[in-house]
């Protein structure tokens, strides 16, 4: 059953990499490095759901109690100008009091190519580690995939369809009854921009997970369906305190039986401490109802609250953007002077124009002389400082400066070149 | 008529200036000195703004000079600014420009100037200064629609600032962003840190390049860590590449299970989307 969106899904990644790839890159790439360390504990009123569908499953052990946690990643990008290419690594290992210990290990290489069209596409595979030492069974490794589109529409409005499909291997499936299983997830969300300091969102989404509960004798498969749609918003609610709050509402179906109505919700505050340390406090709850006619156990509950600090740490810092290096006969500039250079063999005089003294074109100092370098002309003029417009002329037909930083279109359907000289016009 | 009442409340206005410095023993001779320069500043000024300049006399327009000469002669008599219009017509001289179409940029100009003095003057500026009329101009010759530039027009920058501020944007639409927003990034940055106006276009290039995101999204990005902590634009642009924009990325935290784990929730201002997934 699952092996047609398999295809299709492999199909899409193939595609959608292809397209990544095929992309240019104008700019010589940056590596950046990221880390990320959460420290903090909370309460959880059902641990093991973080893991398992419903208290039905075989991943499923019962835990209501506080927790430790400490999880920290890592992360390396090269970013070009249109593509970007980043690992990202994590654990997350959580200390139960009576439970023994969560071990959650993730890494994530993705493709992220902004702006094909109004697209931007990312595509990524997953892979990961789960092990609990409460139970020597409970142990997985798992791979996946993911694609992602988003689309920006109105300014404020921004469209994202995901797709994400996981896999996951058990360690030990005589002990927990379970070979593997396969998740495919679909999701797409709206999300209104109202402003720098606020946005919301409406999403929806869809789940289909199947089990293979024992390869070696039944072959028998477990499966659960799951459909849900929600609200979330985000709004900056004083300088350095960030809200969070979301609601949804659901029907998941487990095997093809009646229907459990899930409703949960989270809501969190971030609040700056320092230059980069964040303050965290959340909570995410969850309630599922299970229908009477339901052969499974009763309905669950989730209630989870974690306090902690986020401490981030980059790499990348602020400055002029890596962009190509100017090709020779760009124009240089140092202190204050800035030197104009054109190969022009054929060209009995040649001048440079330009914004800096209202395209004053009878200008002696601006005649450019020939150089050593047979058809290289060159003239180096005092410019003041500020972002000036200029074309070159030759024998009295102007000339797009063919090497510059930028071009800027001028009102005669040409192009301007910019030269940019530094300090306070 | 209108400079002699200029002159006039100016004259007054610094009659009781004088009046008041003259308590803290400031010498009245250095005050009329002023009021001279002052004097002789505001009529220059106006004579930019009013009086139409002459358009150069070059064969190479032709018939055309007498129109382009009407062109700015109405211009002026309109109250524009005139020297913006010649200056078109002596940058297509200087490119060798045919006639006929420095005659059509300098009217396309005149008229920009014109719906660009009723858009400063609707949004609460009484005398726009040129430079903020041909920056305008500019912005909309561009391509760029006039309510871009509103935030920057009804922000209290003064015309030489907003002038310069519609020249970034000016710059930014060139480069693809987004006009209407990267108006209000202008704005926000004028706000806090009004000297690093000239630096936005840097900056957002950091952040789209540092991030590879799309231009829309620099300047949510950008917008949102100015705003959040009111901090200068360096900051800003050092925070965004840190990764931690405040403005987007949650997901609405569905889901009563996350798998193995994939995405940490100690990206706390990541991606909270779950899972819901456990072996059945």
Not at chain 1, 311 to 321: C, E, I, L, N, Y
Not at chain 2, 111 to 127: I, K, P, S, V
Not at chain 2, 251 to 269: D, F, I, K, L, V
Request: aromatic content about 6%; glycine content about 10%.
């Amino acid at each position: 059953m699952a092996t047609r969106p398999l295809l299709w899904a492999r199909r899409l990644a193939c595609t959608a990499t292809v397209a990544l790839l095929a992309s240019p890159a104008s700019a010589a790439p940056q590596p950046s490095a990221a880390v990320e360390l959460f420290g903090g504990g909370g309460y959880d009123s059902n641990l093991f759901l973080l893991v398992a569908a419903d208290p039905d499953s075989p991943t499923y052990r019962p835990y209501a109690g506080g927790f430790l946690r400490v999880a920290p990643a890592a992360t390396l990008a090269l970013a070009a100008d249109s593509l970007r290419v980043e690992l990202r690594a994590g654990s997350d290992i959580r200390q139960t009091f009576g439970s023994g210990t969560l071990f959650i290990e993730d890494a994530q290489l993705t493709l992220l190519r902004p702006e094909i069209g109004p697209i931007d596409l990312r595509v990524g595979v997953t892979g990961g580690r789960f092990d609990a030492t409460v139970d020597d069974g409970l142990r997985f490794t798992s791979a996946g995939g993911l694609l992602e589109a988003a689309w920006r529409l109105f300014e404020r409005w921004r469209f994202t369809a995901s797709y994400r499909l996981t896999g996951r291997w058990f360690g030990a499936p005589a002990l927990i009854g379970v070979t593997r299983d396969l998740a495919h997830e679909a999701e797409l969300r709206a999300a209104f921009i109202a402003g720098p300091t606020s946005q919301v969102a409406l999403s929806a989404g869809y789940l289909d997970l199947r089990s293979t509960i024992d390869q070696s004798s039944t072959g028998a498969t477990g499966q659960i369906d799951r459909l849900w749609a929600g609200l979330d918003g985000l709004h900056v609610a004083a300088p350095r305190v960030t809200l969070f709050a979301s609601l949804w509402a659901g029907a998941m179906r487990p095997d093809g039986g009646p229907a459990d109505l899930q409703i949960g919700g989270a809501a969190a505050a971030w609040v700056t401490v320092r230059e980069s340390l964040d303050a965290v406090l959340r909570y995410e709850g969850l309630v599922d109802h299970r229908s009477a006619d339901s052969s499974e156990s009763s309905g669950f509950q989730r209630h989870v609250v974690t306090v902690g600090l986020l401490w981030r740490s980059s790499t990348a810092r602020p400055g002029r953007p890596a962009e190509a290096a100017p090709p020779p006969e760009a124009p240089g500039v140092s202190a204050g002077r800035v030197r104009f250079t054109l190969r022009a063999p054929e060209a009995s005089i040649v001048r440079v124009v330009g914004s800096w003294n209202d395209w004053a074109a009878s200008v002696p100092a601006q005649v450019m002389r020939p150089t050593r370098q047979p058809g290289l002309w060159e003239v180096v003029l005092p410019l003041p400082p500020g972002t000036h417009r200029f074309q070159y002329v030759q024998d009295g037909r102007a000339i797009r400066p063919p090497a510059a930083a930028h071009y800027r279109a001028d009102d005669f359907g040409a192009e301007d070149a910019i030269v940019e000289v530094p300090g306070t016009p | 008529m209108s400079i002699l009442l200029a002159l006039r409340s100016y004259i007054d206005t610094e009659r009781k200036r004088m009046m008041r410095m003259r308590c803290h023993g400031f010498p009245a001779p250095l005050g009329v000195m002023g009021v001279l320069v002052m004097t002789v500043g505001l009529v220059s000024q106006s004579r930019y703004a009013a009086a139409a300049e002459a358009v150069p006399a070059d064969a190479r327009l032709g018939a055309t000079g007498p129109s382009l000469q009407a062109t700015v002669e109405r211009a002026g008599a309109a109250g524009l600014p005139t020297h913006p219009l010649v200056v078109k017509i002596r940058e297509g001289l200087a490119k060798g420009v045919p006639a006929e179409r420095i005659a059509t940029a300098v009217d396309a100009l005149a008229r920009g100037l014109d719906e660009a003095n009723q858009f400063a003057r609707a949004h609460g500026r009484g005398h726009p200064a040129p430079e903020l009329l041909e920056a305008l101009a500019g912005l909309h010759t561009r391509g760029a629609a006039w309510e871009s530039a509103t935030p920057l027009v009804t922000s209290k920058l003064d015309d030489v600032a907003a002038s310069r501020a519609v020249d970034v944007l000016s710059e930014l639409a060139q480069r693809g962003y987004p006009e209407r927003p990267a108006g209000r990034l202008l704005r926000d940055v004028a706000n806090h840190d009004p000297t690093a106006i000239g630096r936005v276009a840097t900056g957002l290039e950091s952040v789209r390049r540092g991030l590879t995101v799309s231009h829309a999204d620099a300047v949510d990005t950008l917008g949102a860590n100015l705003a959040v902590d009111g901090v200068a634009l360096d900051a800003a642009v050092a925070k965004s590449l840190d990764g931690r924009e405040h403005g987007g990325g949650n997901g609405n935290g569905n889901g009563n299970g996350r798998g193995n784990g994939q995405g940490s929730e100690h990206a706390a201002a990541a991606s909270k989307k779950g899972m819901a997934k456990g072996a059945k």
